[in-house]
């Protein structure tokens, strides 16, 4: 689905019947139905899945697709259009739009201006200045002998691929250069590989939550998510996870064991091993994403998931922007040689190459300070206790537990009103999302907040109290006795 303004030239401006009933639940799943419908429309809108500007089909044709009276479509149009979501123009249709105020999910958020607000959204690093500034006076001297060459390294720069070898090798998995491809951090490696292996229609096991902009690289690559549970008290269903492989038989998987995002679960040794083998026996290629691998709190930094059993159709994706800084853009996978020359070969379509300025970075970085420096993770544990007695104090009713690691809590609030308190949050100087935007089945987690401890402690315990504010404005869960809302 294009995400893009409808109205520019080149663009698909209009969405078919067919096409916009199989992005919609069954009517029947809820009464009224057009209600029901004018909801997940919009919520496709403000996710970025269904463009802008964008011409709906004509009321007879979608009320065939989907099964209903013309006048449920009726009644769902002019619902859109009075909620701001639509508006007609006499003789040319009904047109996708945004209510006044609100600012598109997805991607698209990412571009939204920027102000004051505490962003509480992206649970992402900072780099002290001091930090970055002496790497860039150790890389200075280097970058000349590089610019006596073109530049262009679509492998990545070899001395960047051999480092991150020794990497893998020194956690267990040996490896060597060649299985290594640089890219322009995790989301691009996805996407290379999400574009070499698997095509339009092709099912792809996810983990329901799971990272939001991994989900919309899938919708975008028009494949199909087949959901299996992952929580924040129990993790993974081994047994559900191998009757997906077998029943469903992805062509691909996508997982984060490593403590997890959203829910900060870490997955056990025998559970990774299980999935290689039932993997390996439907003939499903693995993406493991360990961007968050290195984040080990409370526990030893686990080995690569890889190293579990066969690993010959397993794709390692990480990156720099958790255990660094976003701002490098510096993310790889680690495959099979041959895969990696397949995937250089379609990034040269994109990007020829990455930064050599930002490979040399990373490489000082990583040499000065390892894979997670040992002061990152003294302040993550730090803003992790600062956050946890925050959400105690001023809203104690909240439950959560304790990860040991990553970067953020998995909130319970009590009662499915997360996109709803969102909204207030953001009107009380606080950013944040609701679970709902981690689902990979719509309408799931509206009880649940994600609130990384990213930010230093003074912000942190100011985010809070205005939450506890915001709150406050609105309706309160009743109370419940049978959880603890600090578990370790």
């Known amino acids: 689905m294009e995400i893009a303004d409808g109205r520019r030239a080149g663009t698909p401006r209009t969405v078919g019947a067919r096409q916009l009933a199989a992005l919609l639940p069954d009517p029947a799943r809820a009464r009224p139905a057009y209600r029901h419908l004018a909801h997940a429309i919009g919520e496709l809108i403000l996710d970025g899945r269904l463009a802008l500007h964008l011409r709906l089909p004509a009321e007879r044709e979608l009320a065939g697709a989907l099964g209903v009276s013309r006048t449920t479509v009726t009644a769902l ?35 939204a201006p920027q102000d004051a607000a505490i962003d509480l959204a992206r649970a992402a690093p900072t780099l002290p200045g001091r930090t970055l500034a002496d790497a860039l006076a150790e890389v200075t001297p280097r970058l000349a002998g590089h610019a006596d060459g073109p530049g262009y390294h679509p492998y990545g720069l070899p001395e960047l691929r051999s480092a991150l070898a020794a990497r893998f090798t020194a956690r267990g998995l040996a ?20 574009g070499l292996l698997a095509g339009p229609g092709d099912r792809i096991m996810v983990e329901n939550p799971s990272y939001p902009n991994a989900l919309e690289a899938m919708r975008r690559a028009r494949l199909r998510p087949v959901s299996v549970p992952v929580t924040d008290d129990s993790g993974w269903d081994l047994g559900i996870m191998e009757s997906t492989l077998r029943r469903s038989v992805p062509r691909l998987a996508y997982l984060i064991p490593d403590f997890h995002n959203p829910t900060g679960a870490l997955m056990p040794a025998a559970e990774r091993a299980g999935i290689l083998g039932a993997a390996g026996r439907s003939g499903t290629w693995l993406i493991v994403d360990e961007t968050l691998a290195e984040l080990a709190l409370d526990t030893t930094p686990p080995a ?116 709803e308190f969102a909204e207030r949050a953001l009107a009380h100087g606080v950013r944040i999302e609701s679970g709902a935007y981690f689902a990979a089945d719509p309408g799931l987690f509206e009880h649940r907040l994600r609130i990384p401890y990213t930010l230093p402690e003074e912000t942190l315990r100011e985010a809070v109290q205005r939450m506890a504010r915001a709150e406050a404005e609105g309706p309160r869960p009743a109370a419940s006795g049978a959880r603890q809302h600090w578990i370790a």
């Open 304 to 419: 690569p998931f890889a190293a579990h059993g066969p690993a010959a159709q397993v794709v390692t994706v990480g990156s720099m922007s958790k255990t660094h800084w976003a701002g490098l853009r510096i993310g790889w996978l680690r495959a099979p040689a041959r895969l990696v020359t397949e995937l250089a070969a379609q990034r040269v379509a994109t990007d020829m190459g990455g930064s050599v300025v930002d490979q040399l970075l990373a490489l000082s970085l990583l040499a000065r300070q390892g894979d997670a420096p040992a002061d990152r993770l003294a302040r993550l544990r730090a803003q992790r206790a600062a956050l946890a007695e925050a959400l105690r104090q001023h809203v104690p009713h909240w439950t959560w537990r304790t990860p040991p690691g990553g970067l953020s809590f998995w909130v319970d609030l009590g009662a499915s009103v997360a996109s």
């Open 175 to 194: 490896t060597t250069p060649e299985q290594i491809l640089v890219t322009a951090g995790a989301q691009h490696a996805l996407s290379l590989v999400l």
């Open 77 to 111: 149009y002019d619902l859109l259009r009075e909620n701001g979501f639509a508006h007609s123009r006499r003789g040319s249709g009904t047109w996708t739009s945004l209510p006044q105020g609100r600012a598109a999910k997805g991607v698209s958020r990412l571009l």
